[in-house]
């Protein structure tokens, strides 16, 4: 067993959970879970143990885990045990020569290996999504809806869904930025941007369905797809849809990763008709701002650090003839969160 091997290595490497746990960037707690055999680790989590100890798959999990270790790391193990059943007994048809058995067996199998947003596999109304961290993804009760409900108003996490809670449903976002709800009578459409800081230790995220529970009347985390964030300035888009529903009908979310450096600063500088500097201000809130009566033009000046931990600036140049009685800029905030985000810092820019 999974549990068992891991533990073992561990003590044959003098490794204490804290020490693994820094070695794969997780939480130490996981490590515990794995070797308690309360979860299994992702695919990738599988190959980054396999460097570290110098091992192979086998080493690691026994046939059925290897079968299983792909659906989700956060698979219960009731659960495993549940589908490893249901996975034996379909071999044991085959081996009859049951056609129907191998039928069903080609089903189970294609459903496994089926990408998490195909809308096959989607058993109940589609609601929306969040993106989670591994940490927050250990932290998911299946078994207590309030988990969810926990995640979801936290506000630490970007997510889109519909708001079932309320007395009169409606969509809701968080985080999630150039954000636009297409509703027509065939269809719904959500799309929107969610940054990440590239100044972050490589992480594993997952984007994981919300769906409800007719029968309980509930809404649950199905199946995701989890990606590995490395330190790299990149841009990646996701797309994904449900079925038709009486309860929301079809939905349809497009979603765009981008990486974004930290923003260590911003200063605001005035400069008056003969290009000479009036006065330079910080820009810590998003406090109103009023420019001098003289002024002309206005330089925003943000200061940068990227991954190697290089400073660079951006500079913003608002000209007389950009003035119309406000500017609004965009400051980006971290608020030590790995998902920056964007406040509204009003600059007014009439002058009388």
Not at 178 to 190: D, G, N, P, V
Not at 334 to 351: G, L, Q, R
Request: glycine share 4%; charged share 20%.
């Amino acid at each position: 067993m999974f549990k068992d091997q891991i533990k073992k290595l561990r003590l044959e490497n003098d490794f204490t959970q804290e020490d693994l746990a820094t070695k794969l960037n997780i939480t130490r707690q996981s490590i515990s879970k794995w070797e308690n055999g309360l979860s299994y680790p992702t695919n990738h989590m599988i190959h980054q143990l396999i460097e570290v100890f110098h091992v192979t798959f086998k080493d690691l999990l026994d046939p059925d885990e290897l079968a299983l270790i792909s659906i989700d790391n956060n698979t219960k193990i009731n659960h495993v045990k549940r589908r490893t059943m249901f996975i034996l007994s379909a071999i044991l048809i085959v081996l009859v020569g049951s056609i129907i058995g191998i039928v069903l067996l080609n089903g189970r199998i294609n459903q496994i290996e089926l990408t998490a947003f195909d809308d096959n596999i989607i058993p109940d109304p589609l609601l929306g999504y969040i993106l989670l961290d591994s940490n927050a993804l250990d932290l998911y009760d299946d078994t207590n809806v309030q988990s969810l409900y926990t995640l979801l108003d936290s506000n630490d996490y970007p997510y889109a869904y519909y708001n079932i809670r309320e007395q009169i449903p409606f969509w809701e976002d968080n985080k999630l930025y150039h954000a636009t709800t297409t509703i027509s009578t065939t269809e719904t459409t959500i799309d929107g941007t969610i940054y990440f800081l590239t100044q972050d230790i490589p992480i594993v995220y997952y984007l994981m369905m919300i769906l409800y529970d007719q029968e309980k009347e509930e809404m649950y985390l199905g199946s995701g797809s989890g990606f590995y964030k490395q330190n790299i300035a990149t841009t990646i888009t996701r797309h994904f849809e449900g079925e038709n529903n009486d309860l929301v009908g079809p939905v349809e979310f497009n979603i765009t990763y981008k990486f974004v450096d930290e923003l260590s600063s911003v200063t605001i500088s005035q400069y008056d008709e003969t290009y000479q500097l009036i006065q330079t201000d910080t820009i810590t809130n998003n406090d109103p701002m009023s420019l001098d009566e003289d002024t002309l033009y206005v330089v925003i000046t943000e200061t940068y650090i990227n991954t190697d931990d290089d400073i660079y600036l951006n500079k913003i140049v608002v000209n007389y003839d950009d003035f119309n009685y406000y500017y609004v800029y965009m400051r980006q905030v971290s608020n030590n969160s790995y998902f920056p985000e964007y406040e509204a810092v009003v600059i007014d820019t009439f002058i009388s």
